[in-house]
């Protein structure tokens, strides 16, 4: 049965990482498999239509990327005439949000994959011999889980992902915790060992040829039983520390990243941990710290990494969950105290919690406010998502108390993504002003303010002004009235030489950057460049 046509379909979002599922997909399927013609589209792609298509694969990843996941659907439905039972969708979200996506009505008939394709094929995607459908007689092959990622279909798209020379793969599934913001539980269960790492590389070499990086996706390697094992095993792949690969006449720097993070409960336990993963060409070391609960240890761990020789430091602070915007700064001030003690460089990714199964971004922590979650994602989309430890970034990006940092949040936005403009060049008369005036409301004016902010949507401030109080109140309230387009583009450009010189010695490469949509919110579709930098702005303030 083979010469088949197979579409794997990536929904348009931008992200950092290729989908592995639908490469194994086309590993399953392609010349080394079932020799089926397998093409990868991302978004929408119209060509589609010219080929009738015997089975079509589509990837989830963000539960919040709802609608531009359901556009992919209803493309697939689309583009196979209705007949739903070739349309197959699996991948993170298809599997938190499982029993929202298979009540859907008009997707009723497609086949939502829950979880890894860890079985049999036929098993895994749930064909039924009885109709016969394609390969449902593969019930004793290699799971798909366990095949070699098929890179040739990258070249198949024009969107560049800025990970991309690498080989991506797991030393261990699943994790011993079981945290309550986190979906890896229901995804992945209790913490496994996996196949081979050697079987996997050398697969990806001789097929694909020899790549840089080595990108490991487990969710908690340090607490597998064969920890030294796995960095033997790396060692023995040729990353080790200060490795390098020769091209040609070039040799690149190689790189391991464990890029999910490892756990700093375990770190601090014992210095061996350090000292094992100092032996790998790490670059850089994720540790979360998620909660001020863990700062006692986060620190511990972070003195054993610099012991260890392990300079390049990077962590996941999760926000938006119990915590609370204070929380949240005395994290990322200590990463400040501790760059200055150790004389090391720490980066950390601010990631904002929303619930697994939640179709938008909408969710605000009992602790948080709307407007302050809008102001911190401003801050970031300014810093492109990071937060340096160096001092005198973090002040100016900040603050250096938590009032101050308080105090930034209560900025209007287009202060706070122009702050050049308004703290040193032609703005600084009204960001005067604006402070001055601040300065003279009393904590509970400040709260009715925060209040009338998180109620405004964007383009109202200026009509509902008549809402609040005469005096200081409607006073302040002005400053929050959003720019024209036209003048935050003349602002932008008048700014933007001395922002990025500024930026420039903090800033890491983009394949060291977390993946997180909600800074990159861009439509990828067939034909069209993903521009780097955002390219409207004012969009941020949405």
């Known amino acids: 049965m083979a010469n088949k046509n197979i ?67 209803d493309y697939a439905l689309d583009l196979t005439g209705g007949q739903a039972h070739r349309v197959f969708v699996g991948g993170i979200a298809a599997s938190l949000m499982h ?3 298979i009540s859907e009505p008009r997707w009723r008939g497609v086949r939502f994959i829950k979880g890894l394709l860890g079985q049999a094929p036929a098993t895994s995607l749930q064909l039924d011999p009885f109709e016969e459908e394609l390969y449902a007689d593969d019930v004793h092959g290699k799971p798909i889980e366990d095949l070699v990622p098929d890179y040739s279909i990258l070249d198949h798209i024009s969107y560049e992902y800025p990970v991309s020379d690498a080989y991506f793969t797991y030393a261990s599934r699943g994790c011993v915790r079981k945290c309550a913001f ?18 996997v590389v050398e697969g990806v070499s001789k097929l694909y040829g020899e790549k840089r990086d080595l990108i490991l996706m487990d969710n908690n390697v340090v607490a597998s039983a064969n920890f030294k094992d796995i960095i033997a095993e790396i060692i023995d792949l040729g990353f080790e520390r200060g490795a390098k690969l ?48 863990v700062k006692k240890p986060y620190a511990q761990a972070i003195r054993y990494s610099a012991d260890a ?18 929380d949240l700064f005395e994290r990322m001030r200590l990463n400040v105290e501790l760059n200055e003690e150790l004389g090391i460089r720490i980066f950390s990714f601010p990631m904002r919690y929303q619930p697994v ?76 002003s604006f402070l001055s005036v601040m300065a003279s409301l009393s904590y509970g004016e400040k709260s009715e303010l925060i209040e009338y902010l998180c109620s405004r949507e964007k383009g109202d401030y200026e009509r509902d002004l008549n809402a609040l109080a005469v005096g200081k109140l409607r006073d302040a309230a002005r400053f929050f009235v959003p720019m024209t387009k036209a003048d935050e583009a003349r602002i932008w450009q008048a700014q933007k030489q001395r922002r990025n010189e500024d930026l420039g010695a903090y800033l890491v490469p983009e394949d060291e950057r977390v993946e997180d949509a909600a800074l990159t919110d861009q439509d990828v579709q067939p034909g069209t460049r993903v521009d780097r930098e955002v390219k409207n702005i004012t969009e941020i303030y949405a």
């Open 7 to 73: 579409l794997l379909v990536e929904p348009g979002y931008r992200n950092k990482y290729p989908p592995l599922g639908l490469m194994k997909i086309a590993q399953y399927h392609g010349p080394q498999g079932k020799k089926d013609h397998v093409r990868f589209v991302k978004g929408e792609d119209p060509s589609a239509y010219q080929t009738a298509w015997d089975r079509i694969y589509i990837t989830t990843l963000f539960s919040f990327e709802w609608e531009r996941t359901a556009r992919s659907i």
């Open 99 to 101: 029993d929202k996506y």
């Open 182 to 199: 986190c979906g890896v539980p229901t995804l992945e269960g209790m913490q496994r060992d996996t196949n081979s790492l050697t079987e």
């Open 246 to 293: 020769k091209r040609g006449r070039y040799e690149l720097q190689r790189r391991v990243d464990f890029n999910q993070g490892v756990d700093a409960r375990i770190l601090c336990k014992d210095p061996m941990y350090l000292q094992q993963l100092a032996r790998i060409a790490l670059k850089p070391l994720r540790i979360a710290f998620d909660h001020l609960g």
């Open 309 to 326: 020789g392990i300079t390049e430091l990077s962590n996941y602070m999760l926000y938006n969950f119990k915590d609370s915007p204070q």
């Open 357 to 432: 199964d939640r179709q938008d971004r909408g969710h605000i922590g009992s602790k948080w406010n709307s407007y302050y979650l809008r102001s911190m994602q401003v801050i970031l989309q300014a810093t492109h998502g990071i937060v340096s430890g160096a001092p005198e970034f973090f002040r100016k990006a900040f603050g250096d108390t938590y009032e101050e940092f308080e105090g930034i949040l209560l900025r209007p936005h287009h202060y706070i993504f122009n702050r050049y403009w308004y703290e040193q060049f032609d703005g600084r008369a009204e960001f005067d």
